[in-house]
């Protein structure tokens, strides 16, 4: 795959995301985490830092996990290996000081599960 289709894929990806972002009862003061838009409400302050740190493939396997997609399921939608999607997973964890997936799948469904 070239670099300009992927990088075609993950813009409309980030459209979508973005069109989520504006449906009604969207939090009134958002933290942008690249180019993701979450309630401040659900950033907690010991991860603010490190999540606006995050690469933005790193940000969307993240975000995925929050909508409670598998490994797999994030691989086929962003056209990477489940491999990749475990590396950058645990690069987040790493960077974000967590314990584990478990924790990380905590936080991720925290900042973008919705809340309706």
């Known amino acids: 795959m070239t670099a300009t289709v992927e990088d075609d894929r993950l813009a409309a990806i980030a459209e979508l995301l973005r069109k989520a972002d504006a449906l009604p009862?969207?939090?009134?003061?958002?933290?942008?985490l690249g180019e993701h838009m979450v309630e401040a409400a659900r950033v907690p302050r010991r991860h603010r830092e490190a999540l606006l740190r995050l690469t933005p493939m790193e940000l969307t396997?993240?975000?995925?996990?929050?909508?409670?997609?598998?490994n797999a399921d994030i691989a086929t939608?962003?056209?990477i290996s489940d491999n990749t999607v475990r590396v950058h997973?645990?690069?987040v964890a790493r960077k974000l000081e967590l314990d584990g997936m478990r924790e990380l799948a905590a936080l991720a469904g925290l900042?973008?599960?919705?809340?309706d």
């Open 61 to 70: 396997c993240v975000r995925f996990l929050g909508w409670g997609r598998s």
């Open 25 to 32: 009862g969207a939090a009134p003061a958002p933290v942008a």
């Open 77 to 79: 939608l962003l056209l």
């Open 111 to 115: 900042l973008f599960y919705p809340a």
């Open 89 to 91: 997973l645990s690069n």
